[in-house]
């Protein structure tokens, strides 16, 4: 709010002295006191202020300023207009589209918005989690997106967003509003089907909705700017023949893909980047072909088998909840792969069959495993023949010997980078088991090791030894409690821990002098 | 993280406001700022801001160091910190909000815009006009026609109070 008159010294001075700026006030006073008409100057330089930086057309304004004194001015609209759409930005469409009235320099400012959010019940300010009063608003809704739809040609927009639950029968207005947001020049397109969850994985209902809405990609082909499109809880009709061309990423969410969908998507998306699949009901057999250079699978169910045959694949990552058998009948380029198959066994498959199908050009695995499962380790020297990084995470008891995973290290002749990552959920005891004693390997390339989830129990201990006494050029070693690993689409952290300086020491002193490399440093976080 | 790092000196920057005073701080700390980021990858120590005035600079020196060390434990603290922090006068506001846009402060610039979008949310536009003194340069007529081009969203109730 502007100041009252006489108000103006106690609401400078006391933030100022608030703020602990105690010489600077001094400054300001003195600034202020010299002059018998302090309160007109000092708005007079900060108009100035705005003047000179933001409204540089506006000379006669200065002049203006004095006159209509403190009490009265418009700051707000003399704001940047990227600053005032970024604040138009925090509102919701309907809010935003009133600030129309306000002025005539008002008048277009919501429509440079570089996002158009339209949210079923959000655009009624009423508040999305009452789902079941979606029903009433439906015709409003229809209306409101047809106005501001309407408001918005020949404007251009970066991104749109709708989240609404209509069914089948408004397939129709929905066509007409794809039509329109072909024309708006929008990059990124969200398409949400269901106001009512965000993981429709966990709700079999929903994903069996008879009523699920059928998006056609034939109502996007006008759409040549359109770079990503997410769809969320929908069926896909079939789309043979219709042309894509223009998409770099797609990500479907909660969609069911009948047997040969998913291929003909990609068949009609022929320079497509990336492709993530979350919450989807798949068929049990995929076959990923064309240009798409990443891939990620969250959470989805019913996949039994999985072809990669994308010349251009670097990246592949997966979660999923089942064993899923892979094939790599051509993915010449993959490099990284992160695998992790929950709760399932899979363990000797990973490091056995999966590990020696791997294309040749792969350098970086991440796997995630129980204890049970780490008894499972390829014996095979050839398996990992180019693997360069190794990331481990690894859900094990709090006494679980690490030292048993020192084989892997064996068979990753030129393994450069190591990660591992303990995640201590599990609080039953592991029993110790008997091992053979260590015979050191000696690790040509190793030079970087990071393990967190290190709290410097003796196995622990023994492991660091061990790889410092073997890798023969190794570089950096990190230690640390803390760990933070990425898993799909969410990274699980763990920053709450450090070590006291007595620990730190006696770790220090157990691991000193023990490195067979001249460069070995050890950090201990 | 090493031990080594923590007996390094702290690296401190000199950052000069428009009305020409100087502030020292760490670098650490003026980072925060995308701007000040790429003067200090350019090589400097020494950051002239001739957009940002003393008054909304102290302020924002306050926010950085305050936003520098946040760590699990005084997240509490900040929240405080941050309402009293938008808890001012509108110029103040649009001072703040001009400088963090110029410093390119993205947590701070979206607070504070968050804080002013507060104030026209729900209300009437007669409502947003007196509390911004906006200057209404339609004639009653374009009004109308406005009104009627998106009477969507001029539907509903709205609050007219101007606090």
Redesign the interface.
Known sequence: ???ADGDLPG??IL??LT???IA?WM??YGFLGKKPRSKFLFWS??GR??NK??VPSYEENEIALLEVGDS?????????D??LS??????T???A????????K??YLFAAMPTLEFKCLDM??IDSCNHNRCSYYQQ?FL??VN??L??YSGRKVAQVDFTFCLGREFSTEFGQWMHSISRLGVERLCLSFNCETDYPIYDSNLIHNPNKFEFSLELLSQASSLKHLVLKDCIVQPSTGIRLNFLKTLSLCGVQLASGQLEDILSSCLNLNQLELECCELPYKLHISGTVTSIIFFACSGLEEIDLGAINLRSFECIFFSKVRFHFSFAPMLENVMINFKGTAAMPYTFGDFARDLPAKVKSLTVKAGQSQIKYFPTETQMFRNLRELTLVLVLAYDFDIVKISPLLGVCRLLRYLDIVQLRTIREVSGSGIRRPLSPIYHTELKEVKFGGFYGTKPEIEFAVYILRSAMVLERMFLSPCFACYSGSFTCEM??FSFEERERNSIEQELERKAISRNA?V?I? | ??STTETKQKKMLILKS?DN?EFEIEESVGVQSETIKNLVEDGFTFVPLP?V???AL??II?YLKKHANKT?SNDEEIKTFDKDFVN?????L??L??AA??LHISCL??ML??T???R???KS?EA??K????????TPEE?AK??K????????QFDESLD
């Open positions: 709010m502007a100041l609401r400078i933030p100022l703020l602990g700026g600077l400054n300001y330089r900060a202020v705005i930086y933001f009265k001015m418009d700051y707000l609209s003399q704001l940047p990227d600053v970024f604040i138009l930005g925090h509102l469409v309907s809010e589209a009133r600030t129309s009235i306000l002025s005539k008002w008048r009624f300010g409003n209306k409101g106005q501001l309407q408001l920053e709450d440093v950090i976080e | 993280m090493a428009a005073d957009n005035y003393t008054k102290i302020k306050d699990d001012t006068t509108f110029d103040d649009f001072e909000v001009s846009n110029y610039m979206n815009c968050q002013i979008a507060d026209i949310k729900d536009p947003v006009r509390i911004f003194h906006i200057n209404c340069d339609y009004e406005i009104r081009a998106n009477a969507q969203a001029f539907e509903g």
